[in-house]
């Protein structure tokens, strides 16, 4: 299967206040940069690439992580762009110098 584009948010719930919010969206991020996959950090969502069960399996984990670091859940928003000649981050910025 080619590579996929995903663009996923983690929504930690039920923590005190925005520094373990954000402590919680940190240890997410955090699985994500160990992965070896290609990826991008923005204010609002972070985009992967991969092939599709890596990407998955990156965002469960990513998932795991903020419960462990103290949310009660996880609300997790995926967009998954699949196109079977390949997609990349690089391609879908390529034009803006990114």
Known sequence: MAPIAVSFQ???GGLADKAATY?????AIAVVAASG???R???METTLEGE??????????AQE???QAGAARVFTLIKVDYDPLGSSIEEKLAKYGG
């Open 10 to 12: 983690v929504l930690p």
């Open 23 to 27: 402590a919680a969206v940190d240890a």
């Open 37 to 39: 996959l290609s990826y």
């Open 41 to 43: 950090v923005s204010s």
């Open 52 to 61: 599709y069960d890596a990407v998955m399996a990156v965002i469960k984990a």
């Open 65 to 67: 992580a903020v419960l």
